[in-house]
């Protein structure tokens, strides 16, 4: 970026959003001007913590004329209709995953920011993981060949009073885990992968009572015939994250987010003529850097007025998978014979 200062303004100050306040308030070149939450203490605590104005009205913050950026991170049923009045106001938009409520949704907001010209990233932080950025440079490079298949299994044991929460509740969130961390791991397929052309999936709800389901498992395929299978779930009683990449000539997986999910790491297996792989373990301790590696993005596609590579386009292509996921996961009962019947 250059020395100008490009002024910010926040929509949604939970957890997320605090946390983006305090990314961009830390890098120098993205004053916090102004936040807003419809809960009056959320924005006044954000607030505090950067500086900024406080507010419960989201208007404030598309009108104030020293924000040129906006940050959505809003329940999911309002981040297209937020991200869509920040384009008319003619901000640039960070906008949380999964970008919009359904594809529906997305594709208008593909069409603003391509009118508007104006830039939309969309929060796919685990991009910016030391380990998966370190193995998807090394994909490139070719160092375990052409790529086979990939395979994530995701997931955490919620916690008491879930069903109770926003996530469950189909209208304001769209979906299930699928749409919680489910669609991180399908922006990373399509990262490594490209498209993806074919999909199958299973949904169950198994423990929380509510509309939508706490574990998925998907199976993807590309048109090179490559497969991504997902397992994501809310039942993963100790939290777990494990990302890993097969190749013809070896595997690279990843393991842990940092926090309570562990220790970050990448482990390179190198295939040998016979026996077992050379192996070699790289561990990135430490603070979650993701979040601002990801600023930094935001920042240098604004100012060379290019999209960034988790654009507006990405989200509404994971939105689509996700759809696809859902629209064949409707549960199959096959009727056990009883004992005595012919099978």
């Not at 997320?16 to 001007?33: D, F, H, Q, T, Y």
């Not at 994501?232 to 999910?261: C, H, M, P």
């Not at 562990?262 to 040998?272: A, D, I, N, P, W």
Request: with cysteine.
């Amino acid at each position: 970026m250059t020395d100008a200062s490009l002024g910010v303004g926040i929509i949604g100050c939970g957890a997320i959003g605090a946390r983006r306040a305090e990314v961009a308030a830390k890098c120098g070149l993205s004053p916090v001007i102004i936040v807003a939450d419809p809960q009056a203490f959320r924005a006044k605590e954000v607030a505090a913590a950067t500086g900024a104005a406080a507010t419960d009205n989201a208007e404030e913050v598309l009108g104030h004329p020293d924000v040129q950026a906006v940050i959505v991170a809003t329940t999911h049923n309002v981040l297209a209709p937020v991200t869509l009045a920040a384009l008319r106001a003619g901000k640039h938009v960070l906008c949380e995953k999964p970008m919009a409520l359904n594809s529906r949704e997305a594709e208008a907001v593909v069409d603003a920011a391509r009118r508007g010209r104006r830039i939309v990233q969309v929060g796919f932080n685990h991009r910016h993981h030391p380990a998966i950025r370190r193995a998807h440079a090394l994909v490139r490079e070719g160092a375990i060949g052409d790529l086979l298949f990939l395979r994530c299994r995701y997931g955490h044991g919620g916690r008491p009073g879930y069903e109770g929460e926003w996530r469950m509740d189909p209208k304001v969130s769209g979906g299930g885990e699928l749409m919680d961390q489910g669609i991180h791991a399908i922006d990373l397929f399509r990262w490594f992968l490209g498209d993806l052309t074919a999909v199958s999936g299973v949904t169950a709800n198994w423990v929380w009572p509510a509309e939508v389901e706490d574990n998925v498992f998907a199976l993807f395929r590309s048109s090179r015939g490559q497969v991504a299978t997902l397992h994501a779930s809310w039942t993963q009683w100790k939290n777990l994250f494990s990302f890993e990449i097969f190749g013809d000539r070896g595997a690279l997986v990843v393991e842990g987010l940092g926090g309570s999910y562990g220790t970050e790491s990448l482990t390179v297996y190198e295939r040998q003529a016979s026996g077992p792989p050379v192996e070699e373990r790289i561990e990135f301790p430490g603070p979650d850097v993701s979040w601002g590696l990801e600023w930094d993005e935001f920042l240098s596609a604004i100012q060379r007025v290019s999209p960034p590579p988790a654009n507006a386009e990405d989200g509404l292509a994971a939105l689509r998978l996700v759809e696809a996921v859902y629209a064949c996961a409707a549960p199959v009962r096959v009727r056990v014979p009883e004992e005595g019947e012919a099978r």
